[in-house]
């Protein structure tokens, strides 16, 4: 039993479209498309009869909610276990912020280590239900990890467009998978040929190719719901704030979306806001100005790669302007490093460079008086720091070479320059 | 309420000592040291009364088993969460193995993405309720990085002793949460200056310094006793086999007790049968040929670093022997690394090295006939591949980069030379 209607509908125009319309996963609303404005198209709910949260503790990882996901009812799931991550307490840090309580959402804890898995899990079980062959990502390395995983997990295969710059490890790690990973100069260069692909081949879209960016495939994105049940479920009562760490937003809307289902369920009384963290602040200034496009702002190379775009999309502007949000720019990289290693080293809680954005979102929306000292707060950790682990290691000292005697580990530890660098 | 006596037991003379006796921690029996045979103690219990696992909800991370790990009532516990982690299916493994089915226990999902975490929780929280101000440990990478994410945790400092020659990550991880980290030449170095360390500062030690090897801080071996108990309530019945990656065999000690345990309690029949996986083979020869102690075996440098070692416990011996188990030796680099991109490309599940020794020893026992064709079969993987994507790394192509048309996509994919690699 599923209460998805087998529509979706553009988050901007309102207009409908039934499943699949495999053409518009990845293109968003053509209507829009066509007013210059892409738009994501997003699934439909009938809630009615419902009244409590639809759980089937017999499915495996995120689909004990898949009552509340946009699959037929007979379709496999394709699992590897994502979700049910635990949420850590992180006391010093809401000392520090002067917050009431703050809770991470350790999504490094998912079988590729990010939150992309919620994500892939859904958009590739999706792909088989409609019987395609091929999938098709762009992606700077946490969504492409995690769709080549699932894709293998399926039987499918998956070709991944990413960037020249991403870091090694993300290469290897979507490579790892068997996906056929190329890269391409510019990130608009991997829309226009996915673009191709689709239109050419038929292969399903898993991330988006509009320009400006609209959102990733509309499926996936309803597996960021499940972090919105989670929480519920986890925390003693609902936060007051919850902090995402944003790029095109399919995880903000995903949990935005998931949030208004509890509060239509009557599970929650109203849905917490909601507080973006982006390098560049696109939709911190549309939110400020009142536009209707976020962006494009000015880029730099940034060490929140995963997030660092000039634009911010529609769907993310309609999750924050309906749930009384707000969004900040985190643009300096030497403050996001230093709270990496502050976060770690006070609460054993590694996370990389573009989910501890959202740690520097909320210590300045706590400033600004966005967020309250009354305000509960979870932050949504993205991903490993082991994605990046180059990042961390420029900031750090090299570990020293000694003799095995107290004194040579005194002289060491103490800085002296006897010791050599190990290798 | 623990059934945890306060005395722990020698696991070759059965001598028993009080808790905390931080001296033998890290150091095993005083007794068997003076035989020339160094053994670790570890903690007794008494179940009498108990007829099912108790299990408290409301405890955080793998504490939900407090009443059976060996900490005093009212210490507060050092969780980030850890365990609970999924099992996954591994479908083509058991067709192509020729068993039953397969899972593996996927320890990738712990706070710091290996199931050293288990060990970290309970040895920390241990230091914690001895008042211990200052922890210590020799790794290789895992071990190091569990402990001192949970020494940051719970506001402890943490010494680590590793070696030059483990990966980049590796010591980067260490470093992150803020350990005083230092590198050795040789293994036996590090276990020289610990023991040094222990007697002169009243460090606690979270991994052991006999030499030859006893195994590490008896508290934490009791934290891989979760496993058992989690794979007891997530299977459908009791596997018949468990492969556990084995160096000096914490983890299949652990485990080995955890099971026993259960089958005190009456939960399940019989205890699984255990498999050590180990890349040069001590255990396996000293089971083949009955002798007392297990190597020195010859070793060479390892893909599997984490558990290239030349000795075996006395605590791995103990449990092999008690369970009708066996060990297999695995010493080819070249299976070890493409059994790991096989799996990851047909199951989604990228271990580490050391962690698909696991598979390669199932697919040997199976040969050998150790492994019947009716037999239910848990890999443990014990950590990401992430922890060293360079030796992947090496063993892929270079991801080419190319212009966004499709005809470069489909010659960069062909191998065509014009696709250059990208950066």
């Not at 979700?83 to 010093?92: D, M, N, R, Y």
């Not at 000694?402 to 010791?419: F, K």
């Amino acid at each position: 039993m599923s209460a998805y209607t087998g529509r979706l509908r553009c988050v901007r125009c309102g207009g409908e479209h039934p499943d699949p319309s495999l053409e518009l996963v990845g293109a968003g609303c053509p209507a829009c498309a066509a007013d210059g404005v892409p738009a994501n198209i997003l699934p439909g709910y009938d809630l009615t009869g419902l009244t409590a949260l639809p759980v089937d503790a017999a499915q495996p990882g995120l689909f004990r909610y898949r009552a509340l996901l946009p699959l037929a009812a007979g379709t496999a799931p394709v699992s590897l276990g994502e979700g049910g991550t635990p949420v850590v307490e992180l006391p010093q840090l809401a000392e520090r912020t002067g917050v009431a309580r703050v809770w991470v959402k350790d999504e490094s804890r998912n079988p590729t280590w990010s939150y992309k898995d919620r994500l892939a899990a859904v958009a590739v079980t999706k792909a088989v239900e409609v019987g395609a062959e091929t999938v098709v990502v762009a992606s700077t390395g946490n969504h492409g990890a995690a769709v080549a995983a699932y894709a293998a997990r399926a039987g499918l295969r998956c070709v991944v467009l990413t960037l020249a710059s991403v870091p090694a490890t993300m290469k290897t790690l979507m490579q790892s998978y068997g996906a056929d990973v190329v890269a391409l100069e510019r990130p608009p260069d991997r829309w226009s040929l996915m673009r191709d692909l689709v239109a050419a081949r038929g292969w399903m879209a898993m991330s988006g190719f509009a320009y400006p960016p609209a959102g990733s495939n509309p499926y996936g994105v309803d597996g960021y719901k499940t972090i919105a049940y989670e929480l519920v479920e986890q925390l003693p009562r609902p936060p007051d704030v919850v902090v995402v760490p944003v790029a095109y937003g399919d995880g903000l809307a995903g949990i935005a979306r998931g949030f208004a289902d509890l509060a239509a369920l009557g599970v929650i009384e109203r849905a917490p806001r909601l507080l973006a963290a982006e390098p560049f602040g696109p939709l911190a200034e549309a939110l400020a100005t009142g536009a209707a496009t976020a962006g494009p702002v000015p880029v730099r190379p940034s060490v929140s790669f995963s997030t660092a775009s000039p634009f911010g999309t529609q769907q993310s502007l309609a999750a924050l302007r309906a749930a009384g949000g707000a969004a900040v720019a985190t643009p300096d990289d030497e403050e996001i490093m230093a709270t990496q290693l502050q976060l770690a080293r006070e609460s054993g809680v590694y996370l990389e460079a573009s989910s501890v954005t959202a740690v520097v979102a909320l210590a300045a929306a706590r400033a600004a008086g966005t967020v309250r000292p009354d305000d509960t707060v979870v932050v949504v950790g993205t991903s490993t720091g082991l994605k990046d682990v180059g990042a961390t290691a420029a900031r750090l000292p090299e570990v020293p070479l000694i003799v095995p005697t107290i004194g040579a580990l005194d002289d060491a530890l103490a800085g002296a320059p006897a010791a050599r660098p190990a290798g």
